[in-house]
């Protein structure tokens, strides 16, 4: 049987060459639409493919453990079914949607019933978010910042190159793409203030970041190997990690941030799996120096995936590109996270997501946040003639993409957006 990753796979769906969608890659969602509950789908071209109504219909079997897993409305019973499920499910629904399998193809009735246009649909959160940790694993963005604020001899913390640096986010405001982010509230002191005041934020930022999903538990107490923490990671979304850096600088000392990452974190509303991204995988930096035992890794885990950032204005028609950066500089890899998290005996959930952080490349135009981009507001960036940012302003539309280049195919991840309304 052929490998549902063979680029020479072709769908009876057709499929454009610029899709993120095409048959190698089957991300799977959370979708509604004619009217009916909320169930599971998978994009495939222009069309969310129904796996509840093909459950119904005797095509698609999940094992005794799973039947309804489909009818829910998150992804988190199905992926508690573990790799061996997610492995031949996804073989499954690969070879309904070839285009030399007449089962589904030549089946009108069904085909009506089981795929439903993508401009129909509605698209809601994927998972219900176990918990949210965020993470800060590019040595560019770490680099970056440390830079601009404590200058270059000392712009990595003595920590930063031995562990993957991370803290404990908020879950409850984890949104899917298309959710309005309302301007946040809080303490404010900015430089030359003497005593801190209640308003709203005047520094509000994004950050490109990658989330992994967990979908296998871990208990409390255990630790992870390399090998166990590569198949708990079901796969893969886009993540905007919006930031409040005005109030980010005044809370965050000692414990870290707070408040400033709470108010909203968007993800993208397909979960691109492991699986579709086995083809992508490459070799991370270098890690010197060698990272402790528990972290080290005897296969690569990073991947190939282009990403890019535009922001439109209100008053522009189309965005602006603003970063084109890729997830394979990621210093410490979404493994070496997950090991590390786990390290003290912190249990881990089905549905929990780790935040990559920021991703920003060596080059300028890859750095993956504005406070990054406009160097703490000193260098506006230029959007379209008389239009420049330094940080959000109110009615701004941030747009996010990732996707695996293939050979005459891509493995992508849509989009995640999110538009700012005010305080
Ligand atoms: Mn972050």
Redesign the pocket.
Known sequence: MTHPNDPALRSFIPVDAESDFPIQNLPYGVFSARGLAPRVGVAIGDYVLDLWELEQDGRLAVGQDGPGVFVADTLNPFMALGPKVWAATRSRISELLRHDNGELRDNEALCRRVLVPMKEARLHLPIAVSGYT???ASKEHASNVGIMFRGKENALQPNWLHMPVGYNGRASTVVVSGTKVRRPRGQLKPPGADLPSFGACRRLDF?L?MGAVIGQPSPMGETLTEALAEQMIFGFVLLN?W?ARDIQQWEYVPLGPFLA?AFATSISPWVVTSAALEPFRRQGPKQDPAPLPYLQQTQPHNYDIELEVALRAAPMSKPARICRTNFKYMYWSSVQQLLHHASSGCAMNVGDLL?S??MSGPEKDQRGSLLEISWNGTEPVELASGITRTFLEDGDSLVMRGWCQGNGYRVGFGEVEGTIVPA
């Open positions: 965020d993470f800060y950050e970041e990690d930031s990452k935040g952080g920021t």
